[in-house]
């Protein structure tokens, strides 16, 4: 495919995590029975007004700083007027021409390199109802409960390379999101969604003719979409066919794109601004005040995980992709008593596995920052064994207590004697002569077993590496 070089822009909506909607009183809430969270305004029944939600204006400034972009302090709403059984008034309010938020910018990382990919915008504007197909009955109901819940639209510029950094970048999008806590980004009730465009071209040509994939509802759809309509047009081009401008349907059960409309049947919005609502005025003191409670971002945590801490990509992500973890990784690094390795190994490893198992988050926890980073420098000393720091995590998130306290009690304290490490060494030894043959006969990993024997017959405080050692060194020198 190097004759090519796909082009690809994400427009992502997001759901805001607001009380109520973006023009009425009802409640901004997934899962009610249908139909039982409207009003004539959402409705879109004759004569009603709509009052804009402050509250959509100010986490959409938020999500603008988050990615660096410019805040209008004047903007507007406008109509989008096309026909569709979920939309009652048959036109949405959105932003066309002066959005809240333009010209931004969000670093991520790919393959160890940071890449910058360019928001063209950001606007606010509501969402439709939902058309809902069931056997159960005949035809199609109609759901107007999300009419007018707000969404935020993220436009990018056709700034990725491929479907790889098309699922970093929604990944960090997601992270910011949660990070800023304006969205609850919950897939599977359609709180973050996205549409995606793809084009090839010949490298130093002009781009190529871009089609948009519409109906993708996960990350791991966008990836499979933007693959497919690369092969798909990939093989058009080398045919010598050429790309409709077209928008197509995504079907990610049967893994293809079908055609939803071409550039001549192109719907025409016809746009116009809103009437009903006046312009949208956000002062320079209201954005500095927004600024003031975004915290350190999870892209700009990850980056500085693998570039300054030495951490790799993936066990960065998974750490910078929650706050909980993020905020206990920083205070073990800001403590200083462990490597950032030992700390990140732990949280990665048994915790995150603890959290997942008992669907607790690690404020939830008796687990505290300063007790972590004591049992991870004890581990590092030699002082416990990993066995030994998994029964002391396992207490200090349960139960919470003082690590030097906690190993006397339990009784995890390593021997490192090495006149007691000797003698277990000749003990172990004397009782497993099959994995001493199998060393001095070239199998080298045998050495394991007898290090597994020596752990058990110590129940588990003879220090591991030394006994190691000690065996080795009596094996090559008794040969």
């Known amino acids: 495919m190097s004759e090519f070089e796909s082009v690809i822009g994400l427009e992502v909506h997001a759901e805001l995590n607001t009380d109520t909607k973006i023009f009425c009183s009802c409640k901004n809430s997934f899962g009610a029975p249908p139909n039982t969270q409207i009003c004539p305004v959402c409705m879109g029944l004759p004569g009603t007004l709509p009052r804009l939600n402050s509250k959509v204006c100010d986490y959409a400034v938020k999500m603008g700083l988050a990615l660096n972009c410019t805040i ?49 915008r950001i606007h606010i504007e509501e969402d439709a109802g939902k058309l809902l197909h069931d056997d159960k009955y005949s035809g199609t109901l109609c759901d107007l409960n999300r009419c007018g819940v707000p969404l935020i639209e993220i436009v990018t510029e056709p700034d990725i390379r491929s479907s790889e950094e098309a699922r970093i ?7 910011i999101l949660r990070y800023i806590d304006i969205s ?19 490298k130093n040509t002009p781009l190529g003719t871009r ?57 025409d919005y016809r746009f116009f601004p809103e009437p009903d609502l006046g312009a949208i005025v956000i002062s ?18 990850m980056i500085r995980y693998v570039k300054e801490l030495g951490i ?30 030992a700390a990140a190994n732990r949280i990665i490893g048994e915790i995150t596995k603890y959290m997942n198992d ?56 390593q021997n490192s004697d090495e006149d007691y490490l000797i003698k277990l060494a000749d003990e172990v030894i004397s009782q497993n002569t099959k994995s001493v043959e199998d060393f001095r006969n070239g199998k080298s990993n045998a050495v394991g077993h007898l290090v597994g024997q020596a752990m058990k ?3 588990g405080k003879a220090d591991p590496q030394k006994i190691k050692e000690i065996l080795i060194n009596k094996l090559k020198t008794e040969e």
């Open 72 to 120: 209008n302090n004047i903007s507007r709403m406008d109509r989008k007027n096309y026909f569709y059984p979920d939309l009652p008034k048959a036109y949405q309010i959105s932003q066309a021409d002066v959005p809240i938020c333009e010209n931004g910018k969000l670093d991520i990382m790919v393959g160890g390199e940071v890449r910058t990919i360019r928001i063209e």
């Open 169 to 175: 970048f929604l990944e960090t999008i997601r992270s």
């Open 184 to 202: 609850d980004c919950k897939m599977q009730e359609g709180s973050i969604r996205c549409d995606v465009n793809v084009s090839l071209h010949k």
């Open 211 to 267: 089609c948009e994939l519409k109906n993708v509802n996960s990350f791991s759809a966008a990836v499979r979409g933007i693959e497919y309509e690369i092969k798909r047009q990939r093989e058009l081009l080398l045919n010598g066919e050429i790309v409709e401008r077209e928008t197509r349907r995504w079907d990610d059960k049967k893994g293809i794109s079908t055609v939803m409309r071409n550039k001549e049947n192109a719907q």
């Open 284 to 301: 320079k003191e209201r954005v500095n005040s927004i600024r003031a409670q975004i915290p350190e971002l999870p892209n700009v945590k």
């Open 312 to 341: 790799n990509y993936a066990e960065a992500f998974i750490i910078a992709d929650n706050p909980d973890k993020a905020k206990l990784f920083d205070e073990c690094v800001n403590i200083g008593r462990c490597s950032p390795k």
């Open 358 to 413: 008992n669907e607790k988050s690690i404020s939830e926890t008796n687990l505290t920052a300063n007790e972590l980073s004591e049992l991870c420098c004890a581990c590092e000393k030699g002082i416990i064994s990993s066995s030994g720091a998994k029964v002391l995590l396992s207490e200090l998130i349960e139960n919470g207590g003082i690590t030097s306290e906690l190993i006397e009690k339990l009784g995890l304290a």
């Open 457 to 459: 017959l110590s129940k």
